[in-house]
């Protein structure tokens, strides 16, 4: 007969991992709350310099030995780590959805991404390597060589794919790691620190829980890290930013985004691309740096589309995020929630509102933040069109002409994503060409597989994850010339 397990065990460890070790900092807590219930289900050492400090100095100390392992061996620990995952993913998933009110409809396919993730590194670092090149008075050769201590910190929305985003190829290349989980979303990256202290060398990777202020804060800017990675707001990638060009060391950031989602009047099932093009905007509980917030449909089928998008969003289910049909689950948090709404309220002053547009009711979630989905009938210039909300509300703007259609889709300051939908090649093309953004996905709006390069234009960040070329940001080049002999003196 199987045990239920106890609270305690549900949850895993609550401890940073620093050097190895699960460590209890003197310091005080945080509270890890249970979005839909209110309820508190953990405190957590909330670290702050001190920790960071000691995280730095034992990541510092494991990287010589780290670095100078053969790649295989390195790849051997993360392909362990996403075995780890798949055999441990119905705790994990539970944990994501009490901890941030994600649905277990939703999570396993973001730990399915992420066990993507650390085999895809894996496999990729044994092909990154330099060049080399001869000539009759030597040779060259240009390695690849780690950076170091590597500073990483990320947000809440999906923090699987976050730390695997950010661990994989970071550890594949060969540097250690210090990583700061969002003070919203601790709980899942501290149970894995089970397996990281399992199957990494002590000091190789090190998770250090608490608040962006103290320990985001101190890690930015601490002198022992080689390179900053960061998720997050716009907000805050500035001050990353500005930290790196402080002490002249790379940063990548992954930031914001208001997507573009496009649909052309010569789509072969309008049905099929709502039903997609309304995933593409509230999938996460609308939480989603890359949802497509601003649905630009053509004049010809805007009529027809309009009834279709009320009855999709009026379909959503939403309820616990422990329940597998429930679609739509609460918001991260209060103070989440109370932006939506305030952003909901805007849009209720300039854009015509379709449906929802108010706060839920849900059975057992009286406590959580639950919003309807909420549909906008807009131009591109309001606030709700112009500002990431972070929220289960989508902006629908009707397009007549392409050159201006373009315009609009571009006139934002982020650059991540955007999707069309046609059944025109060339058209899909031109259409990609035109798109200031990272990635173009036609006809399924988040197709995120392993090896696509990911990552923004303009204001939504620097640098590419999910790839090879990410292997190039975690890595520098040296350049070794080699002359058969001593050249005759040259003064
Ligand atoms: P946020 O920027 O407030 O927080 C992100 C992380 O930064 C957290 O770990 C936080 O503790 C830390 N932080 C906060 N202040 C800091 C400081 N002064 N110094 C150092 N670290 C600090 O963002 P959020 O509200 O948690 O997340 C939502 C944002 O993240 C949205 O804008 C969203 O679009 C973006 N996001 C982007 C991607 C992407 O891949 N592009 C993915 C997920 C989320």
Known sequence: MTRTLTQNEVLGNRLPLIGGEFVEPAVDTFDAINPTTGELLATIPRCGAAEIDRAVAAARAAFPGWSGRPAGERAAMLFKLADWIDA???????????????????????????????????????A???????????????????????????????????????????????????????????????????????????????????????????????????KLAFTGSAEVGRLIAAAGAERLIPVSLELGGKS?????????????????????????????????????????VYDEAIPLLKNAFDGVRLGSPLDPATRLGPLVSAKQGEQVLDYISSGKETANLITGGERAEVAGGENGVFIQPTLF????????????????????????????????????????????????????????????????????????????????????GLGRENCKETLDMYSTLKTIMLSTQVPPPMM
């Open 88 to 126: 441990n993913v119905a705790q994990l998933i539970h944990l994501d959805a009490i901890d941030i009110g994600r649905t277990v409809h939703e999570l396993p396919y973001d730990y399915y991404l992420a066990g993507g993730q650390y085999r895809f590194f894996a496999s990729a670092i044994a």
């Open 128 to 226: 990154h390597d330099g060049w080399n090149s001869s000539s009759a008075a030597g040779w060259m050769v240009a390695k690849r060589e780690p950076l170091g201590v590597v500073g990483q910190i990320i947000p809440w929305n999906v923090p699987a794919i976050m730390v695997a985003f950010k661990i994989a190829p970071a550890l594949a290349a060969g540097n250690t790691v210090v990583l700061k989980p969002d003070e919203n979303a601790s709980l899942s990256t501290l149970h894995l620190c089970t397996a990281l202290a399992e199957i990494f060398p002590p000091g190789v990777v090190n998770v250090v829980p608490g608040m962006g202020e103290e320990a985001g804060a101190a890690l930015t800017a601490h002198p022992g890290v080689a």
């Open 260 to 300: 573009p989602n496009i649909v052309f009047p010569d789509v072969d099932d309008l049905d099929l691309v709502i039903a997609n093009a309304t995933f593409g905007a509230i999938f996460c509980n609308g939480q989603s740096c890359l949802a497509g917030t601003r649905l630009f449909v053509h004049d010809a």
């Open 377 to 460: 009938e807009t131009t591109n210039d309001t606030r709700i069109a112009r500002e990431e909300i972070f929220g289960p509300v989508l902006s629908v703007i009707r397009w007549r002409d392409w050159d201006d259609m373009i315009a609009q889709a571009n006139d934002t300051a982020y650059g991540l994503a955007a999707g069309l939908y046609t059944s025109n090649l060339a058209n899909a093309m031109r259409t990609a060409d035109a798109l200031e953004a990272g990635s173009v996905w036609v006809n399924a709006y988040v197709n995120l597989n392993p090896g696509a390069p990911f990552g923004g234009y303009k204001e939504s």
